[in-house]
């Protein structure tokens, strides 16, 4: 029951109008063992680097965003 009261949570925060950054640059990352910092940025077509956000967190949620990536990133087999 827990998990459905927090998906319902997640799905309405989605619903909210947000930011949405493109981004296709690590700029910085740096940790002092309980928080991680990660600044991201986009390449312009002028060759320039355009800075985005900076994210703060702790080392948990860095973690755990480390494995949400990694499992979004995995190419999708096809089956013929």
């Known amino acids: 029951m827990t998990n459905e009261i ?3 949570k997640i799905q ?13 640059t ?4 740096k940790s002092n063992g309980q928080q991680v ?4 940025g ?4 002028n060759e320039g680097i355009n800075p985005v956000a900076t994210l703060l ?3 948990e949620f860095a973690a755990e965003l ?5 499992a979004a990133a995995k190419p999708v ?3 013929l």
């Open 66 to 70: 480390v494995k949400a990536l990694g």
């Open 77 to 79: 087999k096809k089956t």
């Open 6 to 8: 927090q998906q319902a």
């Open 26 to 29: 690590v700029l910085k990352t």
């Open 12 to 24: 309405q925060a989605l619903n909210v109008p947000h930011g949405l950054f493109v981004v296709d």
């Open 42 to 45: 986009w390449a312009a077509p």
């Open 57 to 59: 967190m702790s080392t």
């Open 37 to 40: 910092q990660l600044s991201l």
